[in-house]
Antibody
Framework: EMQLVESGGGLIQPGGSLRLSCAAS????????MSWVRQAPGKGLEWLSV???????FYADSVKGRFTISRDTSNNKIYLQMNTLRAEDTAVYSC????????????????WGQGTLVTVSS | DIQMTQSPSSLSASLGDTITITCRAS??????LNWYQQRPGEAPTLLIF???GLRDGVPSRFSGSGSGTDFTLTISSLHPEDFATYYC?????????FGQGTKVEIK
């Protein structure tokens, strides 16, 4: 069974840094494209970042330059390094595995973790 | 970035009803539109990929259609477990974006 489990969330002061982890099982992160998505309390979903199997990364404008996605193939994990955190970064952060479909063609997030809560507050 | 707008933001319906949720993109995204369901306290789950593809294991009462900028998710004969929030998401370019969500409540 494919599964994702996030960890590393918590309470952090504005301006601080935090690294989130996402442990994958049932598949290898290096053969998939993986994303981070967040959901502020009572709000909708916001895509943040993706890392492709070739290591290419992309970011949403809201986190570009502050957040960095990476992966550790030996541990089958992906990470989100978050710097210069702001109150508006408070959210549940989830990782998701991308899937590529042939018919009809397209991409979507097929597997999601439960998420880890990050609270940015003094 | 491509903006995704869902309507309505919420709706009330009864068991057995058929409902339709719409999603509009700020530019053409061809058929690269996905639909997710999120129940309270749970992670989102993929229902429909690429506008009309039914994810394995998803009941056939869920269907999607559309192309270009306008898309719909239809749920026929609402079941108790269908009361949830639904999100559309474009996968046309790498900067994926979601709609704001549509909450389906019991009338």
């Amino acid at each position: 069974e494919m599964q994702l489990v996030e960890s590393g969330g918590g309470l952090i002061q504005p301006g601080g840094s935090l690294r989130l982890s996402c442990a994958a099982s049932g598949f290898t992160v290096s053969s998939s494209y993986m994303s981070w998505v967040r959901q502020a309390p009572g709000k909708g979903l916001e895509w943040l970042s993706v890392i492709y199997s070739d290591g290419t990364t992309f970011y949403a404008d809201s986190v570009k330059g502050r957040f960095t996605i990476s992966r550790d193939t030996s541990n089958n994990k992906i990470y989100l390094q978050m710097n210069t955190l702001r109150a508006e970064d408070t959210a549940v952060y989830s990782c998701a595995r991308g899937e590529t479909f042939q018919y009809p063609p397209g991409e979507a997030f097929g597997i999601w973790g439960q998420g880890t809560l990050v609270t940015v507050s003094s | 970035d491509i903006q995704m707008t869902q309507s309505p933001s919420s709706l009330s319906a009864s068991l057995g009803d058929t409902i339709t949720i719409t999603c509009r993109a700020s530019q053409s995204i061809s058929g690269y539109l996905n639909w997710y369901q999120q129940r309270p306290g749970e992670a989102p789950t993929l229902l429909i990929f690429s506008s009309s593809g039914l994810r394995d294991g998803v009941p056939s009462r869920f269907s999607g259609s559309g192309s270009g900028t306008d898309f719909t998710l239809t749920i026929s004969s609402l079941h108790p477990e269908d009361f949830a929030t639904y999100y559309c998401q474009q996968s046309y370019n790498t900067r994926w974006t979601f709609g704001q969500g549509t909450k389906v409540e019991i009338k």
